[in-house]
């Protein structure tokens, strides 16, 4: 085999890959518990749960490798290039936004490490594709349609521009890449036809002036596979290739990177006041340990709404200043454990069947001037927690509070609307 052929196979097993990737997430969203480890080795969930060893392996291999994490394994980044890839308009070499991504990543991560996560959260590509995909799945979840707007009309102009200047996971790993040991680099059989700048979705190539930048650079290895000449590479380059490693370069990349971390460090107090102000308790899904936790670990990213087979939860909004219960018609399952094992940012702790059954998410409460003792509600609570009770000849339902766990079977069925969850604060496990 030849070596441009065999670069091309490299290209297919790339795209291969990233399919499987984007198929895996998708499905995972569905709730299939088997996939759901493809979501925990997203970056942004695995800082969010404190696992230090998965970021570390995708910072190490983007200092390796390059960005091979923003073309295989990042759905939004994939989804970018499925809508890239309608797009009749060709590649160009692009501008570096450095000190805006710098600016950017600064701001982003200095919210997440203050407890603001769900702030953090509106940039980081994992949440965001979620959005889109719960969108896909039930259009009341607008911010979905919202994101994919506007990553499809950023995709149709500039293909990756998100990736190379909005993403702060993109900024981090770039810069891995940046001082990386093995560069993308151009050899001296280039003859400058301009070819793989036409097929370049980050705008990183530049033939006519022998450059690549590393850093943008998602090895998507579409310039690799047009390339006639095999006159793209990796190797081991001491040169400067597209990027400016200069005194004042890195002086104002560290300066505008500063200047975004205490930007991010003052707005995260702000925001949680804010987003506290007003908003209502919600009951958390099952897993979460209190309402502050869970605030301060979930991105929204919408996983667990989207596994939910109650259809209960809600996203942030309605008062809300997180993903939430909302009961109704509604119910959470008692058989049905989805949600805590399908979240990868630690804002719910995995539970098994039985262990979900006995957590107390929420207590039912009854207006006993509604109530007019039809008794359904008793034979709908799969915890026998709800019992007569009768006062001035009158009869009508109460709650043990030892046993209900605040599923909502109740408000489900109740034909007066005389029943209502208060939310657990802090949530705890009830006798079985």
């Given at each position: ?6 670069k ?7 795209v291969?890959?990233?399919a ?8 995972a969203?569905?709730?299939?518990s ?7 080795i ?37 989804l ?10 060709k ?30 959260g ?23 349609g ?18 190379t200047?909005l ?10 890449a ?33 450059t690549?930048?590393n ?7 579409n ?19 597209g990027?400016d490693?200069?005194?004042r ?31 209502k ?10 309402v ?16 939910c ?6 996203p ?23 949600c ?5 940012t630690g ?16 207590l039912?409460?009854f ?14 609570c ?13 009869h ?37």
């Amino acid at each position: 085999m030849s070596p441009n052929k065999g670069k091309k196979v490299l290209h297919v097993l790339r795209v291969c890959a990233a399919a499987l990737f984007f198929s895996a997430v998708v499905v995972a969203f569905s709730g299939v518990s088997f996939f759901a480890p493809v979501l925990k080795i997203q970056f942004f969930p695995a800082l969010d749960r404190k696992a230090w060893g998965v970021a570390a392996v995708v910072l190490l291999s983007a200092f390796l490798f390059g960005r091979f994490y923003c073309s295989v394994v990042c759905p939004f980044g994939i989804l970018q290039d499925v809508i890239g890839f309608f797009s009749r308009r060709k590649a160009k070499p692009d501008a570096d936004r450095a000190k805006t991504r710098y600016l950017i990543a600064g701001v982003v991560f200095a919210l997440f490490f203050s407890g603001a996560a769900g702030a953090a959260g509106w940039l980081d590509p994992y949440s965001n594709f979620g959005r889109v995909v719960a969108f896909f799945k039930n259009q009341a979840f607008y911010a979905g349609g919202i994101v994919f707007s506007v990553i499809t009309i950023l995709a149709l102009w500039k293909k990756r521009f998100f990736c190379t200047t909005l993403c702060p996971v993109g900024a981090v790993l770039g810069m891995c890449a940046k001082v990386g040991p093995f560069k993308l680099r151009f050899s001296d059989k280039c003859v400058k036809c301009g070819k793989c700048a036409s097929v370049c979705p980050c705008g990183c190539a530049d033939p006519k002036n022998g450059t690549l930048d590393n850093e943008r650079c998602v090895r998507c290895l579409n310039c690799v596979a047009v390339c006639p000449m095999n006159a793209v590479a990796v190797g081991k380059d001491r040169q400067r290739v597209g990027v400016d490693l200069s005194r004042r370069g890195f002086l104002t990349g560290g300066l505008a990177a500063a200047a975004g971390v205490a930007a991010g460090a003052a707005l995260a107090p702000v925001l949680s006041e804010k987003a506290k102000d007003g908003e209502k308790t919600p009951v958390c899904p099952p897993g979460a340990l209190s309402v502050d936790d869970f605030a301060a670990k979930c991105t929204n990213c919408l996983a667990c709404v989207s596994a939910c087979k109650g259809g209960v939860l809600r996203p942030r909004g309605s008062g809300y200043a997180t993903v939430h219960l909302e009961y109704g018609e509604n119910k959470c399952l008692y058989s049905c454990a989805a949600c805590s094992n399908i979240c990868p940012t630690g804002a719910l702790t995995p539970l098994s069947l039985a262990e979900k059954q006995r957590r107390r998410i929420g207590l039912a409460s009854f207006d006993k001037d509604k109530c007019v003792g039809c008794g359904m509600c008793l034979s709908e609570c799969p915890r026998g927690a709800i019992l007569f009770r009768e006062e001035g000849g009158d009869h009508f339902v109460t709650v043990d509070p030892l046993s209900c766990i605040g599923c909502g079977a109740c408000v489900a069925v109740c034909p007066v609307k005389a029943i209502d969850i208060r939310p657990a604060a802090v949530q705890t496990e009830v006798s079985a």
